[in-house]
């Protein structure tokens, strides 16, 4: 049982949702303009985006996120994105998914995506370690 599990083998919260849009701007604005929500990191940071990451506060790692990504919108109920969890050993935890019969297509240090019984995409986020 998850509950009894060490903290390393735990989400530490749920960070947002992915959705892959259209338009990508256009997106963005209606986020910004008719929502309330405050660009708090872009993907890349120079040039044209490709990805928006946005919260109420503007604080990316305080809020809860929406993640606007750049592309065809895919069909069928489990395209809609996917579920972002902050795990502080992400390949840890793909791996214990993996052994539970949800194997990801890849295992590797740092960010895992999985798939629930259903077909909806868990990505397994780990935040980078800071520059020494």
Do not use: H, M
């Not at 490709?50 to 919108?73: F, H, K, M, S």
């Not at 297509?105 to 740092?110: S, T």
Request: proline content about 8%; glycine content about 10%.
């Amino acid at each position: 049982c998850i509950r009894d599990r060490a903290e390393p083998d735990r989400p530490i919260r749920t960070s947002g949702v992915g959705l892959t849009v259209s338009d990508l701007e256009r997106s963005r604005r209606f986020y910004e303009d008719v929502l309330g929500f405050k660009v708090a990191a872009r993907v890349p940071a120079q040039g044209q985006a490709q990805e928006y990451l946005l919260g109420l506060t503007g604080n990316l790692r305080a809020d809860t996120l929406i993640v606007l990504r750049q592309g065809a919108p895919p069909a069928g109920a489990t395209g809609f994105g996917r579920v972002i969890l902050t795990a502080p050993d992400a390949r840890r935890l793909a791996e214990r998914a993996a052994a539970a019969g949800y194997p990801p297509p890849r295992i590797v240090d740092g960010t895992n995506v999985i798939r629930d019984p259903d077909g909806y995409a868990i990505e397994l986020y780990q935040r980078p370690t800071a520059a020494r």
